[in-house]
Structures are given as C-alpha cells and as structure tokens.
C-alpha cells in the first residue's frame, strides 16, 4: 500500500515556522515508519510546509533517521481534513492494525 504520513504534529511535535527546525520525532513515530516501510508499504510525507523548507525538511528528517519514499510539500493548511481512506492515528504502535483493516474493508469492497 502507498501510505501518506503528515509530518507536523503526526511524525514531529508541531512547532513554529522558524523552529521547525527545533522539533522533536514523537514517541514510536521513528519505528512505525520502519516498520510500515519493512511489511513492503510506500511512505510518502505530506507537508503544509513551503517549499522554501524543502532543503532544512529533509535534513531533519535524515537527522532524525526518518525513512521515507517521497516527500511532498504544500499541503494545504485547514481545520479538517475528509477523506475516505483516512486514519485518525492515535497511537503509532496501533497504526499496522489501522492499515490493516482498511486494507481488508478496501478488498471486501471490491
């Protein structure tokens, strides 16, 4: 599965435009990755950051030894986001089991 990660308040503690640099991985978000990419699935990291962070982005996501596919930046900024293949996460160590009920909804469906 192509799997999209957010990365503000989602992989990193959510931090002010000129701090991002300063932001922390949050708990279990460094192994949950590595295991999602480890079980064959694609990450790619969604980002309302600009453009113009492109270069300090991914240097903090290697830094920080986050592996991912693609990174993908401009997303836009908003108060919900619907989507029906979203997954409200809650706790990374919980997400394989998310994936994999969408995955098995997804199959039944078609």
């Given at each position: ?46 980002t309302a950051r600009s453009w113009a962070e492109y270069r ?29 293949r979203a997954i409200c996460l809650e706790r990374w160590e ?7 009920a969408l995955r098995r909804k997804k199959e039944q469906a078609?």
């Amino acid at each position: 599965m192509v799997i999209v990660v957010d990365l503000d308040g989602v992989i990193c503690t959510e931090e002010r435009t000129f701090e991002r640099p300063l932001a922390r991985p949050k708990e279990g978000a460094r192994e949950g990755i590595r295991l999602l990419r480890s079980q064959g699935h694609v990450i790619i990291i969604y980002t309302a950051r600009s453009w113009a962070e492109y270069r300090m982005t991914v240097d903090w996501l290697r830094r920080n030894e986050i592996e991912y596919d693609a990174l993908m930046m401009g997303k836009p900024i908003y108060d919900v986001w619907v989507d029906d293949r979203a997954i409200c996460l809650e706790r990374w160590e919980h997400l394989p089991e998310q994936i994999e009920a969408l995955r098995r909804k997804k199959e039944q469906a078609n």
